[in-house]
């Protein structure tokens, strides 16, 4: 049963944010993913996003979207986890070299090396809609409900995205034998 806060609007319970929060943590890994523009540190903001979430449970609408919700919490988390790793990369070149470091980046499990690269070239935005496209299978009206941008302007990020992995990946053998639409 929700508990109620002082102004007498339904809220989540501890338990009840937890499980949802498990159901949608593949959606709130790829937005995290997304905006560091890498995998290795995706769980440390899915963690703190949580718990800076719980924290703030009572602002939880239940008419409202969770994913939506908790998915703000991750973004805003990530950015300034990517913030700070630049703030540190620039210090650490500055003390170092004039030549960028590139053994800050750990190697992504998840993505070959030439994936992994063509994923950084791409803006936050357009790498977060395309991993929630095609990861997690999310439509586009769901993409612009958790992002909070127009349903157009997810579809364009996603074909922007898709258009520039091939540029930058080489053409697909599916795509030159006559493999399909997608």
Known sequence: MPTRDSSHAAVLTPAQFAE?????SRVLWCIAA?????RAQAEDVLQEAALTALSKLHTFRPESNFVAWIGQFVRYVALNHRRKRERRSRALRKEASSEPARDDQPPAAM?????RLALEALGET????????TVVELDYAEISELLDIPV??????????????????GEPQ?????????
């Open 34 to 38: 997304g905006v560091l523009g890498e």
């Open 20 to 24: 949802r929060f498990r159901e949608s």
């Open 111 to 115: 993505f070959d090396a030439n994936v």
């Open 126 to 133: 357009a790498r977060t809609c395309l991993l929630l496209k």
């Open 152 to 169: 157009g302007t997810a579809m364009s990020h996603v074909s922007r995205a898709r258009a520039k992995m091939q540029k930058l990946l």
């Open 174 to 182: 599916w795509a030159t034998q006559g493999g399909g639409s997608r």
